[in-house]
């Protein structure tokens, strides 16, 4: 595979105009990368990091609140040490440290509990429970900020028309626990559906997750980027797309 690699990244020197590359980092598939090492490529994303330096071009990495593995109650900031839990935080840690190193001209952001109108993600899923079933039980001591795609967007785009580089923490504003979210789509989403509390000790995982996922947006402060809305705005905005999308026929129900 590294050959195949190799081949493509010198077309990629010869031809590219890209001006900005992103690096899409975010994977609810948590689970999966701590069973497969291979998803780590790490040769395959160094190649790729110079190729994007040589040409120029800026590069987003986005990078997850899986790289801190913190508990505690304090926001975490861009220097706080990291100690990810699972292969999924390390492999996005290890892909920072590479970032800065081969790419400079480079933003990465970390950000969290991503959702959006394409793919999968926890509204969607907990959309589906709470008309499949009567009840639920939700985490309720991992506490962390959700983000909507619709607002990271356009963040991300007016990084990219500047010279800030750095590292950066994007999320919705204000903090919540999996619990709570998941109270907030069924009031929106008028479901019935009862949400229990449960601790994460409780609640069996294939890969460990931080209870503490709260980022200080202070670094987007300090560059004068604009803070996102509330996540609770955010939520309301995003199921009021969604129900479009399925009136339109755009999108399946989930």
Same mark, same amino acid.
């Given at each position: 595979?590294?050959?195949?690699?190799?081949?493509?990244?010198?077309?990629? @020197?010869?031809?590219?105009?890209? &001006?900005?590359?992103?690096?899409?980092?975010?994977?609810?598939?948590?689970?999966?990368?701590?069973? &497969?090492?291979?998803?780590?490529?790490?040769?395959?994303?160094?190649? #790729? @990091?110079? $190729?994007?330096?040589?040409?120029?071009? !800026?590069?987003?990495?986005?990078?997850?609140?899986?790289? *801190?593995?913190?508990?505690?109650?304090?926001?975490?900031?861009?220097?706080?040490? %990291?100690?990810?839990?699972?292969?999924?935080?390390?492999? %996005?840690? $290890?892909?920072?440290? $590479?970032?800065?190193?081969?790419?400079?001209?480079?933003?990465?952001?970390?950000?969290?509990?991503? *959702?959006?109108?394409?793919? +999968?993600? *926890?509204? %969607?899923?907990?959309?589906?429970?709470?008309? /499949? !079933?009567? /009840?639920?039980?939700?985490?309720?001591?991992?506490?962390?900020?959700?983000?909507?795609?619709? &607002?990271?967007?356009?963040? @991300?785009?007016?990084?990219?028309?500047? /010279?800030?580089?750095?590292?950066?923490? #994007?999320?919705?504003?204000?903090?919540? $626990?999996?619990?709570?979210? #998941?109270?907030?789509?069924?009031? @929106?989403?008028?479901?019935?559906?009862?949400?229990?509390?449960?601790?994460?000790?409780?609640?069996?995982?294939?890969?460990?997750?931080?209870?503490?996922?709260?980022?200080? !947006? /202070? +670094?987007?402060?300090?560059?004068?980027?604009?803070?996102?809305?509330?996540? !609770?705005?955010?939520?309301?905005?995003?199921?009021?797309?969604?129900?479009?999308?399925?009136?339109?026929?755009?999108?399946?129900?989930?």
């Amino acid at each position: 595979a590294a050959s195949v690699i190799d081949i493509h990244a010198k077309r990629l @020197l010869r031809f590219s105009t890209v &001006d900005v590359g992103i690096g899409r980092a975010v994977d609810h598939s948590v689970w999966l990368v701590g069973f &497969d090492p291979m998803h780590d490529l790490r040769h395959i994303r160094d190649i #790729a @990091l110079l $190729s994007i330096n040589k040409t120029g071009a !800026k590069l987003i990495y986005i990078s997850t609140d899986y790289v *801190f593995g913190a508990s505690g109650e304090q926001p975490l900031g861009i220097y706080e040490a %990291k100690n990810p839990l699972n292969m999924y935080g390390e492999t %996005k840690l $290890s892909g920072e440290n $590479s970032t800065r190193i081969l790419c400079p001209r480079s933003f990465i952001v970390r950000t969290s509990w991503v *959702f959006g109108i394409n793919g +999968s993600n *926890f509204v %969607k899923t907990m959309l589906r429970l709470g008309r /499949e !079933k009567e /009840e639920i039980s939700v985490v309720s001591d991992q506490i962390g900020s959700p983000t909507y795609t619709a &607002d990271l967007a356009p963040l @991300l785009c007016d990084m990219a028309m500047t /010279e800030r580089f750095g590292t950066y923490h #994007a999320t919705n504003e204000g903090y919540c $626990s999996w619990y709570e979210f #998941a109270r907030e789509i069924m009031r @929106l989403g008028h479901l019935p559906a009862k949400i229990h509390p449960v601790a994460t000790a409780d609640y069996p995982s294939p890969a460990a997750r931080p209870l503490n996922s709260r980022l200080s !947006k /202070e +670094s987007l402060d300090e560059a004068g980027f604009p803070r996102l809305p509330h996540w !609770k705005d955010a939520l309301q905005r995003y199921l009021s797309e969604l129900a479009i999308a399925e009136e339109e026929g755009v999108l399946k129900a989930f």
